[in-house]
């Protein structure tokens, strides 16, 4: 249990012991300033602790962002500071610094007027201080001060501004106008009978398995069913992160779930369109892993970019776009032509129940690859005029490469390739493989491509268009998988490529979030067992080469079953032990709903 010092001198007819409660916290006085500190010093090290003046005035939600946030080590507010696990030692070296220099040590029993607020100024590292909007937290110097503090507490409605915060700051036009009005209302129904956001995201894959489901039944009433039980999803979906934010329940393990089950949903849905097209005598399993790796390709151009942003605000691109930003409208139709989740997920559900599946993937297609070329292009025009990505940002994008052990063994300094040695050898592999199909030619490409991918990370990925380096490793093995399982001609070859892309796409969006979550990338030996990008290419290339088309179809099945099962149970591992462990909580908005 959490514990909170109340410091200072006792006031009457004050809530703030009550409210402290009611968050959860065990509430203790200190008479002095050496009290204080022997209070600090006996609450365990893996508990949060609070100190928090007497005098304080403001909201209970106010306190609750202030003192209650998982995410942060260190937070603070008016009157109050707060530090969970990794930040006791910072708030204990402030608390020591602050009783030292006022000489209020040991043995000393004044009591302590404003001590929280001098130890937040005290501390020697950074901490988190929410924004409370019209929220009220203050530390009163007078009566007549905190009468008016009180009353204007009361001319607040707090509810209505933890409802309203709930809600995300930048959200999509359909989420924002369509679904957040309600959705944020299911999320505060939740938190009074008190569930949680992980359940919430749960029911929300359950929903979109049963779409996927009703799908697959290939008739039109399964159609009509699907679509409307996608959007009832999207509603779960947009409702467990508006639980998070309305009740500050932020985790690790949960911030994973709700990501990871963003994908699975979509690659769910989409196998059940392609199944029960298959029902009726069509087949789009092509057309169905196409939209994945277009879709995949376009959130590491988003992820990639993001990581080596580094000056890339200036510019003609980046003074544009803010001048944009000013013509309101302008706003909204840019966040709907880029197609976030919201927009993308009401188009296929709308398709799905009033058109054909073929229907259905041709538009998702057409509109993902305009909002690819746009964002795309706009990037790198920013990029263009920004600076070189400092050394943390080349981390993570040679992570995000996701070299094997055949880069690792041609590795050389000297080789310095960047984003063009790349899409050199994203055009040599996917370009022959649609001209030779399953050949040797294509074997010799794909040994050009491993040889390509490991100049291109020969050097730290710091130029201004590298970020472009895991994009294209993704469109050249995914692409190629793509097109030989379609020159295959057998039935079950391009549901095989399917079931290979979601399981390698899962590692690559895996490695996304332990960047995004300060985890670091999957360990090298899980990146070396499943080969990397460039030797997982290598080998569909050799076994299409080598295989008839049937036998291609198995080694596809086993290939795609074998990193499944290797890439979920490192994963799953990595992140029930770090919710365990108590790794700081994070909570990464990501696409925009």
């Known amino acids: 249990m959490p514990t909170a010092i109340v410091t200072g001198p006792p006031v009457p007819g004050s809530s703030l012991e009550g409210d402290l409660r009611a968050l959860g916290f065990d509430v203790r006085s200190a008479a002095g300033a050496a009290e204080a500190e022997t209070l600090l010093a006996e609450v365990p090290g893996e508990e949060r602790v609070a100190l928090v003046d007497t005098r304080f005035v403001g909201h209970v939600h106010a306190l609750r962002l202030g003192l209650t946030d998982p995410r942060f080590p260190l937070s603070a507010i008016p009157g109050a500071v707060t530090a969970q696990r990794s930040g006791r030692q910072a708030l204990t070296r402030a608390m020591a610094r602050e009783n030292s220099a006022t000489g209020q040590g040991a043995g000393n029993g004044t009591l302590v007027e404003g001590l929280p607020d001098r130890v937040t100024a005290a501390l020697d590292t950074g901490v988190h201080r929410p924004g409370l909007g019209s929220l009220v937290a203050v530390v009163p110097a007078d ?138 005598g069509d087949d789009v399993w092509a057309l169905a892993l196409g939209a994945i790796i277009l879709q995949s390709c376009r959130h590491v151009v988003d992820f990639s970019f993001a990581e080596a942003r580094t000056g890339a605000a200036e510019g003609p691109a980046a003074a544009l776009s803010g001048r944009l930003d000013r013509v309101g409208w302008t706003v909204w139709v840019r966040r709907m032509i880029v197609l976030p989740i919201g927009e993308r997920w009401a188009l296929i559900a709308v398709l799905t129940a009033a058109t054909t599946p073929r229907v259905t993937f041709w538009v998702l297609l057409a509109g993902c690859a305009f909002a690819a070329a746009y964002t795309t292009a706009g990037r790198v025009l920013r990029s263009l005029r920004g600076g070189r990505a400092g050394e943390k940002a080349a981390r993570a994008l040679a992570d995000l490469a996701d070299g094997g ?93 399917y079931g290979l892309v979601s399981a390698v796409a899962y590692h690559h969006y895996d490695t996304v979030y332990r960047i995004r979550g300060d985890a670091g990338a999957p360990p090298r030996p899980l990146v070396r067992a499943i080969g990397g990008h460039e030797g997982r290419t290598l080998a569909v290339a050799v076994l299409a080469a080598v295989l008839t088309a049937s036998g291609f179809t198995v080694a596809l099945t086993a290939l795609a079953v074998a990193v499944a099962l290797v890439v979920l149970a490192e994963s799953i591992r990595f992140w029930v032990a770090a919710h365990r462990g108590g790794a700081p909580a994070v909570h990464d908005e990501g696409e925009p709903a």
């Open 405 to 497: 052990p055949l880069s690792e063994l041609l590795h050389r300094p000297w080789a310095r390739g960047g984003a063009a040695a790349a899409a050199l050898g994203a055009v040599l592999v996917t370009g022959s493989a649609l001209v030779w199909g399953a050949g040797w030619q294509t074997v010799l490409a794909a040994v050009a491509y491993v040889i390509c991918s490991a100049a291109a990370v020969g050097r730290p990925l710091t130029g201004r268009l590298d970020w472009l380096v895991p994009p294209l490793f993704r469109a050249a093995e995914y692409g190629t998988v793509l097109v030989l399982a379609a020159d295959a001609e057998v039935n079950g070859a391009l549901p095989a490529a």
């Open 143 to 280: 009566p007549q001060a905190r009468n008016e503090a009180r009353q204007a507490v009361a001319a607040v409605d707090e509810e209505a501004v933890r409802l309203k915060s709930a809600v995300k700051a930048r959200d999509g036009f359909f989420t924002t106008f369509c679904v957040s009005p309600y959705s944020r209302h299911l999320a505060r129904w939740c938190a009074r009978r008190g569930l949680i956001p992980n359940q919430v995201t749960t029911a929300s894959l359950l929903t979109a398995l049963v779409a996927a489901g009703c799908a697959a039944t290939g008739t039109r009433a399964g159609f009509v069913a699907a679509g409307v039980l996608l959007l009832g999803s999207f509603v779960l979906d947009c409702a467990d992160g508006q639980l998070a934010r309305y009740s500050l329940q932020y985790s690790t393990l949960g911030a994973w779930l709700d990501a990871t089950f963003d994908r699975a949903k979509e690659y769910a849905f989409y196998a059940g369109l392609a199944l029960g097209a298959a029902r009726t």
